[in-house]
């Protein structure tokens, strides 16, 4: 099986596996070793299908922000204009991700997330060691994002959970990942901490 490079810096590392309780939607779905290179082959070259439409065009926009600035910084008004181009192609995006079915159909979940795997409860009762497409919205941004992953521990859910129809919590590790989608998981996360202390110091006052 490929195993996606993972960063090497400790300070990488520190960013790529800190921890975040969030609420996504959520989608899993078991698969085999050959069908996960396969998949993962395809998910690289952007064959993926509509769902990962925002993270692509999320990752564009990231390699275009320093660009934009320069031109900003020369014409306030050319900026603005791309800036609007740009929110109509999102708007597109969040259309062609309306359109999938098997996520529409998915309640929004707890997740304890990190950019290195994720713990969430389920209803199956999958094997430590078996493998699974994740297909993952993130919120606000409306981002989807398709990893494959290995459940690295299974437990039984909490009788709260058990009410609500997952039985199980399962701790799953982030395979195969594209690089791009890794630093859209790694920001989503940074602004989620920074939401969430901004909200404790507020309330603290």
Same mark, same amino acid.
């Given at each position: 099986?490929?195993?996606?490079?993972?960063?090497?810096?400790?300070?990488?590392?520190?960013? *790529?596996?800190?921890? @975040?309780?969030?609420?996504?939607? !959520?989608? &899993? /779905?078991?698969?085999? #070793?050959?069908?996960? %290179?396969?998949?993962?082959?395809?998910?690289?070259?952007?064959?993926?299908?509509?769902?990962?439409?925002?993270? *692509?065009?999320?990752? @564009?926009?990231?390699?275009?922000? !320093?660009? &934009? /600035?320069?031109?900003? #910084?020369?014409?306030? %008004?050319?900026?603005?204009?791309?800036?609007?181009?740009?929110?109509?192609?999102?708007?597109?995006?969040?259309?062609?991700?309306?359109?999938?079915?098997?996520?529409?159909?998915?309640?929004?979940?707890?997740?304890?997330?990190?950019?290195?795997?994720?713990?969430?409860?389920?209803?199956?009762?999958?094997?430590?060691?078996?493998?699974?497409?994740?297909?993952?919205?993130?919120?606000?941004?409306?981002?989807?994002?398709?990893?494959?992953?290995?459940?690295?521990?299974?437990?039984?859910?909490?009788?709260?959970?058990?009410?609500?129809?997952?039985?199980?919590?399962?701790?799953?590790?982030?395979?195969?990942?594209?690089?791009?989608?890794?630093?859209?998981?790694?920001?989503?996360?940074?602004?989620?901490?920074?939401?969430?202390?901004?909200?404790?110091?507020?309330?603290?006052?």
């Amino acid at each position: 099986m490929k195993q996606h490079d993972q960063p090497t810096a400790s300070g990488a590392e520190r960013r *790529s596996f800190f921890r @975040i309780d969030d609420t996504v939607r !959520l989608s &899993l /779905r078991q698969v085999s #070793n050959e069908e996960m %290179d396969r998949r993962f082959e395809r998910l690289e070259h952007d064959l993926a299908g509509n769902f990962t439409v925002m993270s *692509s065009l999320a990752a @564009i926009t990231s390699q275009m922000t !320093l660009g &934009l /600035r320069r031109i900003e #910084n020369r014409d306030a %008004d050319l900026a603005a204009y791309l800036r609007a181009i740009d929110q109509k192609i999102e708007v597109i995006g969040r259309a062609f991700i309306a359109q999938e079915p098997e996520l529409s159909a998915e309640k929004a979940l707890p997740v304890n997330l990190s950019a290195g795997g994720m713990c969430v409860r389920v209803d199956e009762p999958y094997e430590a060691g078996s493998m699974l497409e994740i297909r993952m919205l993130l919120f606000p941004s409306f981002t989807g994002l398709m990893i494959y992953g290995t459940v690295v521990h299974l437990e039984n859910a909490t009788e709260e959970a058990s009410a609500e129809g997952y039985r199980h919590v399962a701790r799953i590790e982030f395979t195969h990942i594209r690089e791009q989608d890794r630093e859209l998981l790694i920001r989503h996360l940074l602004r989620l901490q920074s939401n969430q202390l901004r909200d404790r110091q507020e309330g603290g006052e």
